[in-house]
């Protein structure tokens, strides 16, 4: 048990730092919303990834397998993630709503942004890939024993927390020094992120099968 929780701690730690729609949006939403507005988001995140793990855990090659074969999925993903972005950089904010944003009395909709954190981890069909090929190269050093896989998951999920909220943390300190103009500037940035996201997983619909092949994929995550 022991090895499987150090085996797990740098992984948790190394997915916390990864590159994707979900990081840029959890450090806007610290910087401009605050602390407890990103936890809230990143617990929505956090949730939709459990949930994966469990489909991927209970699906495994069979699912990637099946993934591979409907490319649709990326393109509805991808669609949505794109225009969500599109939304994000065209809607100007009230100067108003920005005022009140920076202001010590904002109370953000803690509900609606775990919703919204949930969502995007969960259109995102390349997450629910990444924790199946995860799944598929961990599985025999765990010996598929389901205790070992709770205990190497659960390890892994509560690191990637645990780094998010120092992420959230640090970035909740850029809050000090946002005016109205620099949050609709973030604001442009973040939905250009968006749409490239959502414009590559949208790409990847249109790949030729044999570069969904989840052999490909198992073996690009071992490298």
């Known amino acids: 048990m022991i090895q499987d929780i150090q085996a797990a701690i740098p992984l948790g730690f190394f997915l916390a730092f990864m590159i994707g729609p979900v990081f840029f949006v959890l450090i806007?939403?610290?910087a401009t919303k605050g602390f407890r507005a990103a936890v809230a988001f990143d617990i929505g995140v956090i949730l939709a990834d459990i949930i994966f793990i469990g489909v991927a855990y209970f699906s495994s090659?069979?699912?990637?397998?099946?993934?591979?074969?409907?490319p649709g999925l990326y393109v509805f993903g991808g669609t949505i993630l794109a225009v969500y972005g599109l939304i994000v950089f065209l809607k100007k904010p009230k100067p108003t709503d920005l005022k009140a944003q920076l202001s010590s009395a904002f109370r953000p909709n803690y509900v609606e942004l775990f919703v919204k954190g949930f969502l995007l981890n969960f259109i995102n069909v390349g997450v629910l890939i990444f924790w199946l090929g995860i799944i598929i190269?961990?599985?025999?050093s765990l010996e598929n024993d389901i205790n070992r896989f709770y205990v190497f998951f659960g390890t892994l999920v509560l690191v990637y927390f645990i780094t998010d909220v120092f992420k959230i943390a640090l970035a909740k300190q850029l809050k000090k020094q946002l005016t109205p103009v620099i949050i609709i500037k973030i604001k442009k940035i973040l939905g250009l992120v968006l749409i490239i996201c959502g414009l590559v997983l949208l790409t990847k619909g249109f790949l030729p099968k044999d570069q969904l092949n989840p052999q490909t994929i198992i073996e690009d995550i071992r490298e």
Do not use: D, I, K, M
């Open 61 to 70: 090659f069979q699912l990637l397998e099946n993934l591979s074969n409907y």
């Open 137 to 140: 190269v961990t599985g025999p």
């Open 28 to 30: 806007e939403t610290s």
